[in-house]
């Protein structure tokens, strides 16, 4: 067994029994996973190793650091990394339309009721619960596979130093570059040699995973008003296939594009925009929905939530089966190693971030203690703790 902890499960492929439970999962997750990338992978990560024990933890994260070294959602190519590692090329379809699927619906409906009424819904009460239950479970998630990467002292001190590091603004993916760096220069050392080939394999685990593709994207002109599907469609395709970082990056991408170039949308239109993508669950790039859905209705909805997540399953598909030949290279492994620890401090970074907005108040650290107890403890699963207290949080707003 200690010979295999790092391989991933064999995935026959047609296996119609393995598809149908990514699905199940994916939906489920899909639905309720609030919070942001940190949190979806913590949840990931308890339903896939935890309770299902499809994926060792290790496995895990050297997926998550393959995630982290490509363009586009991180939470949404981990969801596509996990379905191609159990049931293949269907795996990897099924289990990332399904996680983008309910965000992409929820914000459609969102959508609709913007355009006819004029407003956002006004969700700020069960939101008021929800995000420092969310904190707990980014909390959990840290905590496990922080243990796992803390199993050796380089991947421990990487990730101490990536959260600082964050911490004070600097960038993420240049963080995790150094990160692998830092550790394939310490393998090289170590072993004091170059060790098996291993350029393929980095080449596909880098930022330039798939340059052709991406260069090309990259390489679309800028077009002109007025909007057509066609011209939505490249804009959203180029952002999938560049966009490296968090939510607020792609607000940058967004606001320069569709606002100072293209003048398709005012600033108010693109707030309201990405404030539906924050408190929707899901993916936040379910903005490129509501956004689609604005300029030109149901097809315009389509068009750009395709376009935005197309590269995702590209890049995966890719990338996913060099994840084990980088494992069994030692100096690759020292990359990787490294890297992991850095994805690590990261969510650690928004760990610490999200609980500056999310706990104002003596209620709110309430919620959070006790959704902490709840997932600790009482070992309760974070949808059922995310449920309950949205319920809380509702309660508190409306009667208090």
Known sequence: MMGQERTSPAAPAGDRGRVGELARLFLKLGTIAFGGPAAHLAMMEDEVVRRRG???REYFLDLVGAANLIPGPNSTEMAIHIGMTRARIPGLAVAGACFILPATLITLAFAWAYVRFGALPQAGALLYGVKPAVLAVVLSGVWRLGLTAAKKPVPAAVGLAVAGLSLAGLSEIL??????????????????????PMAPALWALSPLAAPGFAAVAA?????APPVTLTALGLFFLKIGSVLFGTGY??????ERGLVHEFRWLTQPQLLDAIAIG???????????????YVLAGVPGALVATAAIFFPSFVFVAITNPWVPRLRRAPLAAGFLDAVNGG??????????????G?????PAWGIGIAAALAIFRFRVAAPWVILGAAIVGWAIRAFL
């Open 54 to 56: 499809w994926l060792t």
């Open 175 to 196: 963080l995790l570059l150094a990160s692998g760096a830092l550790g394939l220069a310490l393998a090289a050392w170590k072993h004091r040699r170059r060790g098996p």
């Open 219 to 223: 390489a679309i002109p800028a077009v």
């Open 249 to 254: 990056v792609l607000v940058a991408f967004l």
């Open 278 to 292: 924050q408190f929707t669950p899901g993916p936040v790039l379910s903005t490129a929905t509501f956004i689609g």
């Open 343 to 356: 994805s690590v401090g990261l969510m650690l970074a928004v760990l610490i971030t999200l609980g500056r």
């Open 358 to 362: 999310a706990l104002v108040d003596v």
